[in-house]
C-alpha cells in the first residue's frame, strides 16, 4: 500500500484498511493536477492524514475498528468545491476519469453512507454553507448544503425563525446530509420530516447536468424529479443548494410528562392526540429499561413507561393543545410526572458520549429505528425486543418511540453487548441486525424511518421495495451509467 | 507516554459535537483539523498504528487554544489540553516542528518573547521591592503595546496601590507549556514561586489573561503552589472603582463592541469584571457581539495554530475582526495579544483599546 508520508525513513503505517481498494486510478497524479486546476490547490488533498480523517462516519462499528487501529476505507482524493458549476465540472471529470465520488457534510451518519467503499474523491462541501437569503414574508430560508445544524439553526433563531429540523446530531451534521438520507428531527411531529420541510433543491446530477426546482409554494408538473435527490445518499447527484420552510421563533413552550403502566396505553394516548389533529412538537415515550436507563430520578415512573411532550408556536394553540393532550393521556390512565422530566431531557437530548464510554470496554451495539402503523405496533416492538435478545452476548436490549403520525410510529431500538469468545464485533453487530430486519420485515415495518440505507441496510432494500428496487436500480442506472455517485451503497449493485 | 489514551480515544470516536465552535476547523473546513479528527490521528499514532510525521505532527499544533469545544462537549474536554499530553510525547521524540523549537530556545535564551519597548515607562526599575501588589507585565504588552502597560500602572498609581514590577521580568512560561515542552515551563514557574515570595505581595495582578491562567492555574497543576491571589487586570480595576479608589468620571460616549479573551472567558470565567468596569464609565455604549461571553470567538492568534499555520490563524481573525467591525470600529478587549492581533490585521481601519486605556481616559482629561 502507497502512503504519502514524504520522509522514506519513517515506518510505514501499520493500521488496516477494512475495505482495500481493488482497483489503483489509472492515472492519480494526472487527476490530482486536473481536480487541483479545477478547484484551485488549496481546494485538493491525497494528504494521508486527510484521507484518515474522511474514511469513515459516525457507524458504531467504525468506532469499533478505530479502537483496534483499523480504518473502513481510505478516499483517494478529498476535494473542497465553492460553486454548483465547480460541481458539475468535477462530476464530469470523474465520469470521464470513472473515478467514484462521495458527497460528505459532516459524516455523522450511522450507517456508513459515507464511506468510501470504492476508494475515489470526497467532496466536502463545507466550503458551501451561505445562507443565501432567509425571506420573513414567504416564510423562507436558501441556503448551501455544507451549512452545520447549529450554525443554521441559531442563525435562523437571532432572525427570529425556527426552522424546526432538530436531529440529535444538529450538532455535527449539515443540511445536505439531512437531505440526502431524508432526515428527521426531535421536534418532528409538528414541524414535519426534512422532505416536508423542503421546498426546493438545486443539485447537480451524476452527468454533471444542473437541476433547480422552482421556489413555489406547491406545484402538479409531472413528477417530482427533485425528491428523487432526498433520500438518495448521494447515490444519484450532489445537493447544491435547498430552499426550506421556515416558522416565527415559537412564542411560548409546554413541557409535560405522564407515566404509564405499559408501552400500549401510552401509544395509545399519542394516537388518540395525534387523531385530533394535534400535534406536540416532541412526543417521545420511553419502555421501562430506558426509563430506568435515563429517567431513574422520577420517582412516579419507576417500572414503568414515560410520555414526554413538548408543545410550541402561539401561545393561545399550545395552551389549547396542552389541555387536549393532558385530558387524553389522564383518560389513558397516565399519571402526571410534571416538567421535570421534560427538561432533563432537553438537557441530555444530544448527550452522545455512551459510545466514547463503552465502545472502548468492548461493548459493541447500535440504534434501529424502524416505523410501522399502529395496529401493528406492540407486535412489532415485542418481536424486536425478542429477536435482539437472541444473539449471544446481548444484554442490552430496549426502545422508546421517538416520531409520530396519525397513522403510526417510530420505534428506535438500542442493543448491546459483548460478543461471546471468538465471535468477532461485525459478526456480532451484524447478527443482531439481521434478525431485527428480518423480524420487522415479517412484521409488517420499514427497516429504516430516519438512519437510511447506507452499507448496513445495503442487503435488506431489495425486500423492503419489492418490485420498486427494480426501478430505483434503472433510474440509477439512466442518471450514473458509469456507477461513479458514492458506490457500493444502497444495495444497488446487485 | 504523556498523552491521556484513554480520553484522546473518547474524543477521537465521538462525532465531533463541538465542531461548529471550533474556529480552525471553521477556518480550514477539514475533517482532519476537526477536534475529533486530529484526536484519531492522535490516537493511531500514540498506539504505533501511525508513525510521528510532519502533516500529523502539525495537526496536533493546529490548535487555537481557546476551549471553545470544552463548552460544548459531553465530557468537557478541552481539546487542546488532550493535545497537550500528545505535544509531550513529539517533544520527548524530538519531533516538534522546527518553528516551535525555534521560539522555544529562544524564550529560554532570552526569559521573554520580545524585547522591552523603549516606550514602557519605568516599570521594570523597582527589582523584587517589598510590595502588596505585584504588576505582573506580559510579554505581549512589555514589548509591543506599552500603552496597556503603562495604562494599567497609571491606574494603579491614582489609585495609590502600592505595587512592584519584577526587573527584567520573565514571560510566565505559557509558550513552552502550549508547545509541549513541560519541562522548560516548569523552569519558569520555579523562578516565579521565589520571586513572588520575596516580593511578599498579597496579589498579583496580570495584564494578560494568559498569564493571570497559567499562574493561577497550571503553575499549581506542576506542584508549584502560589501563596498569592492571581487577578486579571480588570478584575482588579473593577474592585478598586467598587472601593472608590477611582471613579471614572469623564464622560466618554463613543459606541464600542467588546471582545472576549478566550482564556479569560472560558478558562478564568471572568465575564462581567471588565463589562462592569466599562459601563461605569459616564456615556459610555457598549454592545455585544453575536459570539460573547462564554461563546466568544478567537482572535486567531491563541494556542499554537499561528505557528504551523498562519494562513488559518489569518482567516479566524478576519472571520471575528468582520464580525466585531459590524457592530463598531472601537474595539475593546482584556488581551494583549487579542489587541495586537486585531491591530495588525485591520491596519488601522478600526481602533482595538484594552480595557486599562479606556478606563484611563475616563479618569483624567486627555
Known sequence: MKHDITDPNLPQPKYEVVYPRRQKLADEKKIFEELSQLLGSENVSNREVDKIAYSRDYWLLASTWMIKGKVPALPDFIVWPENTEQISKLVKLANREKVPIIPFGEGSGVVGGAVPVKGGIIIDMKKMNRIVKIDATNLLVTVQPGINGMTFERTLNDAGFTCGHIPQSLYCSTLGGWLASRAAGQFSTKYGKIEDIVVAIEAVLPQGEIIRSKIVPRSSTGPMIEKLLLGSEGTLGVITEATLKIWPYPEKRALRSYAFDHLKPALEAIRRILAKNVYPAVVRIYDELEVERHFSEVEKAKGKCLLILLMEGAKELVELEEKISHRICLEEEGNECGEEPVQHWLKTRFDVTYSSIYLPQGFVGDTIEVAITWDKAMNLYNSIIKTMKETEGVFLASAHASHFYPQGVCFYFIFGGIPTEGVKPEEFFTAVWDNAMRTCLDAGGTISHHHGVGLVRAKWLKEELGEAYNVVKRIKKTLDPSNIMNPGKMGLEK | ?366
Open chain 2, 1 to 366: 507516554m504523556k498523552a491521556n489514551l484513554d480520553n484522546v480515544l473518547k474524543c477521537a470516536i465521538c462525532p465531533n459535537m463541538c465542531r461548529f465552535a471550533c474556529p480552525v476547523l471553521d477556518a480550514e473546513k477539514s475533517e482532519s483539523t476537526s477536534p475529533s479528527g486530529r484526536m484519531r490521528i492522535a490516537y493511531l499514532m500514540e498506539t504505533d498504528k501511525l508513525p510521528f510525521f510532519r502533516e500529523a505532527i502539525e495537526l496536533m499544533y493546529k490548535c487555537a487554544g481557546c476551549s471553545a469545544c470544552q463548552f460544548w462537549c459531553p465530557f468537557q474536554f478541552d481539546v487542546s489540553d488532550l493535545s497537550l499530553g500528545v505535544m509531550e510525547d513529539i517533544v520527548d521524540k524530538s519531533k516538534a516542528p522546527p518553528v516551535v523549537v525555534r521560539l522555544v530556545k529562544d524564550l529560554v535564551k532570552n526569559r521573554r518573547l520580545y524585547r522591552i519597548s523603549p516606550h514602557v515607562r519605568g516599570l521594570t526599575e523597582n527589582s523584587l521591592r517589598k510590595a502588596d501588589v505585584l504588576f505582573f507585565v506580559g510579554c505581549v504588552s512589555v514589548g509591543q503595546l506599552p500603552g496597556v502597560v503603562n495604562s494599567t500602572a497609571e491606574i494603579l498609581k491614582m489609585a495609590e496601590v502600592d505595587f512592584a514590577t519584577i526587573s527584567g521580568q520573565w514571560c510566565c512560561g505559557a509558550p513552552a507549556e502550549f508547545f509541549g515542552f513541560s519541562e522548560v515551563f516548569k523552569q519558569f514557574a520555579e523562578r516565579y514561586a521565589e520571586d513572588f515570595e520575596k516580593i511578599g505581595c498579597k496579589t498579583v495582578v496580570c495584564d494578560c489573561p494568559a498569564c493571570a491562567y497559567i499562574l493561577k492555574e497550571l503553575y499549581p497543576l506542576k506542584g508549584i503552589k502560589l501563596g498569592q491571589e492571581v487577578l486579571h487586570s480588570s478584575q482588579f480595576f473593577l474592585r478598586l472603582i467598587k472601593e472608590g479608589l477611582v471613579k471614572p468620571k469623564v464622560p466618554n460616549n463613543a459606541t464600542y463592541v467588546f471582545h472576549d479573551p478566550c482564556l479569560l472567558a472560558r478558562k478564568l470565567k471572568v465575564e462581567s469584571d471588565p463589562r462592569e468596569v466599562l459601563t461605569s464609565i459616564p456615556g459610555l455604549k457598549l454592545r455585544e457581539p453575536r459570539f460573547t461571553g462564554k461563546e466568544t470567538w478567537c482572535c486567531g492568534n491563541g494556542g499554537t495554530v499561528r505557528m504551523v499555520s498562519p494562513k488559518t490563524a489569518r482567516k479566524i481573525t478576519n472571520r471575528r475582526l468582520q464580525e466585531l467591525n459590524s457592530i463598531s470600529n472601537f474595539i475593546i478587549t482584556a488581551c494583549p495579544t487579542c489587541e495586537v492581533t486585531f491591530k495588525d490585521a485591520a491596519a488601522g481601519e478600526v481602533e482595538v483599546f484594552d480595557v486599562s486605556e479606556v478606563l484611563l481616559k475616563s479618569l483624567r482629561k486627555v
